[in-house]
């Protein structure tokens, strides 16, 4: 969800309402909303939390390390960076003085009560389709949360484009207020998923093509571009580009984990993988089912014809070298990968994408543990700009794949704009889960960590790792790995021993042999201390 500060004042359009016989079939298509008036009830109040996180507010509404939708998250936007507002209760700085009529002015019309029409950065060009129901549960929900008194810091937006009265221009042009319209000769499912991927969604926020316009048809419609520096890929059905080649139940499982089953390889990152984690991950099956229900339908596009690309899989192609030294060892000569461990790159439709974006991000700034697979070394920081170009283009057009060439100035772009733990470029991460924070602090592991010198990984692993699993936490695998690994990044980041090789690699090391130990425990059991013996010191 991407909200923006409004701009200039003025009137609104009317508001259009559905005729009678369209509210009777949404009233059929959502049996679950609560009746029309603000109870505030406990469903309620539990529908609009379900709805917020659909719309997944919290990725833009909670700053790095903020108070839950307290605001003051920046976006970075083609036209200035933007400071997010506060979603909270709050009288003074949030919504606190707000009334229902004011939130569904700023919701669904993009009409601020304080500063007038807001930016179309924020999604009301998709919100403006939610209900009136689902409007009032989101509303009650927002009234519930605890009131955090956070005052919004300024936007930085240059001129012109502070010069706010222009949207009056961009509202005339691209913005129809208007509720969501179910297709008569669609199934009840295939609405649904209308609803959600059109409205709450905004799913094209991020996959049309063109950014700027907002909810407009001459966008690119799912058929991807980039966002933020990411590539947001085709969710068309177009069969190479997009998720025509996955079965539904494939499209269904990487919505909820990031990744999908069979021969569908790779991992969702950047911006889609926080959406997973924050949002599609929490959202029923049968929503997510519709979702993809409704994509079907969506006609094929292809942002790029594979028959014109040029060919970069010879063997004496300039990435060929570049790829059997860095990455083969883990994605194999073939691309194919280790299964189970390491998404394969051959037949990777995010790989082979219009825009090579999001590959030259996960290079720079490697992948954490997810989703059961292994983590990622930022092995671009140990690469040159033309390195990193020339495998990119290497792994987009080889073992079948096919894909536009890197142009430009996008890899040196890509590493400046990488900012991740594992690239040593943005501070060392938080341990979320409150049971392992409190197991580390109980079994003393960023003490254990302190000083480790390489050799000793694997052994301190081994004996660290029994000692977690031990302890009653309830986390998964994945967790276990990157706690240990953002506990190794607060005591090692600034260790001089660990200057050669660079840190990416140190701490890219350890991450992998942390998931070693957690996912093939087996293999040390016969050489691990028990986990009574007291640690070792360096």
Same mark, same amino acid.
């Given at each position: 969800?991407?909200?923006?500060?409004?701009?200039?004042?003025?009137?609104?359009?009317?508001?259009?309402?559905?005729?009678?016989?369209?509210?009777?079939? =949404?009233?059929?298509?959502?049996?679950?909303?609560?009746?029309?008036?603000?109870?505030?009830?406990?469903?309620?109040?539990?529908?609009?939390? +379900?709805?917020?996180? !659909?719309?997944?507010?919290?990725?833009?509404?909670?700053?790095?390390?903020?108070?839950?939708?307290?605001?003051?998250?920046?976006?970075?936007?083609?036209?200035?960076?933007? !400071?997010?507002?506060?979603?909270?209760?709050?009288?003074?700085?949030?919504?606190?003085?707000?009334?229902?009529?004011?939130?569904?002015?700023?919701?669904?019309?993009? +009409?601020?009560?304080?500063?007038?029409?807001?930016?179309?950065?924020?999604?009301?060009?998709?919100?403006?389709?939610?209900?009136? @129901?689902?409007?009032?549960?989101?509303?009650? +929900?927002?009234?519930?949360?605890?009131?955090?008194? @956070? #005052?919004?810091?300024?936007?930085?937006?240059?001129?012109?484009?502070?010069?706010?009265?222009?949207?009056?221009?961009?509202?005339?042009?691209?913005?129809?207020? @208007?509720?969501?319209?179910?297709?008569?000769?669609?199934?009840?499912?295939?609405?649904?998923?209308?609803?959600?991927?059109?409205?709450?969604?905004?799913?094209?926020?991020?996959?049309?093509?063109?950014?700027?316009?907002?909810?407009?048809?001459?966008?690119?419609?799912?058929?991807?571009?980039?966002?933020?520096?990411?590539?947001?890929?085709?969710?068309?059905?177009?069969?190479?580009?997009?998720?025509?080649?996955?079965?539904?139940?494939?499209?269904?499982?990487?919505? #909820?984990?990031?990744? &999908?089953?069979?021969?569908?390889?790779?991992?969702?990152?950047?911006?889609?993988?926080?959406?997973? !984690?924050?949002? =599609?991950?929490?959202?029923?099956?049968?929503?997510?089912?519709?979702?993809? &229900?409704?994509?079907?339908?969506?006609?094929?596009?292809?942002?790029?014809?594979?028959?014109?690309?040029?060919?970069?899989?010879?063997?004496?192609?300039?990435?060929?070298?570049?790829?059997?030294?860095?990455?083969?060892?883990?994605?194999?000569?073939?691309?194919?990968?280790?299964?189970?461990?390491?998404?394969?790159? &051959?037949?990777?439709?995010?790989?082979?994408?219009?825009?090579?974006?999001?590959? =030259?991000?996960?290079?720079?700034?490697?992948?954490?543990?997810?989703?059961?697979?292994?983590? !990622?070394?930022?092995?671009?920081?140990?690469?040159?700009?033309?390195?990193?170009?020339?495998?990119?283009?290497?792994?987009?057009?080889?073992?079948?794949?096919?894909?536009?060439?890197?142009?430009?100035?996008?890899?040196?772009?890509?590493?400046?704009?990488?900012?991740?733990?594992?690239?040593?470029?943005?501070?060392?991460?938080?341990?979320?889960?409150?049971?392992?924070?409190?197991?580390? @602090?109980?079994?003393?592991?960023?003490?254990?960590?302190?000083? =480790?010198?390489?050799?000793?990984?694997?052994?301190?692993?081994?004996?660290?790792?029994?000692?977690? #699993?031990?302890?009653?936490?309830?986390?998964?695998?994945?967790?276990?790995?990157?706690?240990?690994?953002?506990?190794?990044? #607060?005591?090692?980041?600034?260790?001089?021993?660990?200057?050669?090789?660079?840190?990416?690699?140190?701490?890219?090391?350890? &991450?992998?042999?942390? +998931?070693?130990?957690?996912?093939?425990?087996?293999?040390?059991?016969?050489?691990?201390?028990?986990?009574?013996?007291?640690?070792?010191?360096?």
């Amino acid at each position: 969800m991407q909200r923006t500060r409004a701009l200039s004042s003025g009137r609104l359009p009317p508001i259009r309402t559905a005729p009678i016989l369209g509210s009777l079939f =949404l009233a059929s298509l959502f049996p679950a909303a609560p009746a029309l008036a603000q109870d505030g009830s406990a469903d309620q109040i539990a529908r609009g939390k +379900y709805l917020v996180t !659909m719309g997944d507010c919290a990725a833009c509404h909670t700053a790095p390390g903020g108070k839950y939708l307290a605001g003051n998250y920046a976006l970075n936007m083609p036209f200035g960076v933007i !400071m997010t507002p506060n979603l909270t209760p709050d009288k003074e700085t949030g919504l606190g003085n707000w009334s229902y009529a004011d939130f569904d002015q700023a919701f669904r019309h993009g +009409y601020s009560k304080n500063v007038g029409y807001l930016y179309p950065a924020f999604p009301f060009g998709w919100f403006t389709k939610v209900t009136d @129901e689902d409007t009032q549960a989101i509303w009650a +929900y927002l009234q519930s949360v605890p009131a955090v008194n @956070e #005052k919004r810091q300024e936007s930085q937006i240059p001129f012109p484009f502070s010069v706010r009265t222009a949207l009056v221009t961009w509202r005339t042009a691209f913005f129809t207020d @208007e509720r969501f319209k179910p297709d008569p000769k669609a199934s009840a499912e295939v609405n649904r998923g209308a609803y959600l991927v059109e409205g709450l969604g905004h799913c094209a926020m991020c996959h049309n093509e063109n950014k700027l316009v907002g909810n407009s048809s001459f966008a690119g419609r799912f058929g991807g571009g980039v966002i933020d520096g990411w590539y947001a890929p085709n969710i068309t059905p177009d069969g190479h580009q997009g998720i025509g080649a996955w079965t539904d139940e494939q499209v269904v499982t990487y919505l #909820k984990t990031g990744t &999908a089953p069979g021969d569908r390889p790779g991992v969702a990152a950047g911006p889609m993988r926080q959406t997973i !984690m924050e949002s =599609l991950s929490k959202v029923k099956e049968e929503d997510l089912k519709a979702m993809v &229900a409704y994509l079907r339908t969506v006609p094929a596009k292809q942002t790029y014809k594979p028959k014109d690309l040029t060919a970069f899989d010879t063997p004496d192609a300039p990435g060929a070298s570049t790829y059997l030294t860095y990455c083969s060892s883990c994605h194999q000569p073939d691309g194919k990968g280790i299964e189970g461990a390491v998404p394969a790159l &051959a037949g990777n439709t995010s790989v082979q994408s219009d825009g090579p974006e999001t590959v =030259l991000r996960v290079i720079y700034g490697g992948l954490a543990a997810q989703s059961g697979l292994a983590p !990622m070394v930022a092995i671009g920081q140990q690469m040159t700009d033309v390195e990193v170009k020339n495998v990119t283009d290497y792994i987009r057009n080889s073992w079948g794949n096919r894909a536009p060439p890197v142009t430009g100035d996008k890899a040196s772009e890509a590493r400046a704009a990488t900012r991740t733990m594992l690239a040593g470029t943005a501070p060392c991460a938080e341990i979320e889960q409150d049971k392992l924070k409190a197991a580390f @602090e109980k079994l003393g592991i960023q003490a254990s960590l302190t000083g =480790l010198k390489q050799q000793d990984f694997v052994p301190t692993l081994a004996r660290l790792v029994q000692q977690v #699993k031990a302890e009653p936490t309830g986390v998964t695998d994945d967790d276990i790995v990157n706690g240990l690994t953002t506990a190794f990044c #607060k005591v090692g980041r600034d260790d001089p021993q660990y200057g050669k090789p660079s840190w990416p690699a140190v701490i890219g090391t350890f &991450a992998n042999v942390a +998931y070693s130990q957690v996912k093939h425990p087996e293999k040390q059991a016969a050489n691990v201390p028990s986990a009574t013996t007291p640690p070792a010191r360096n």
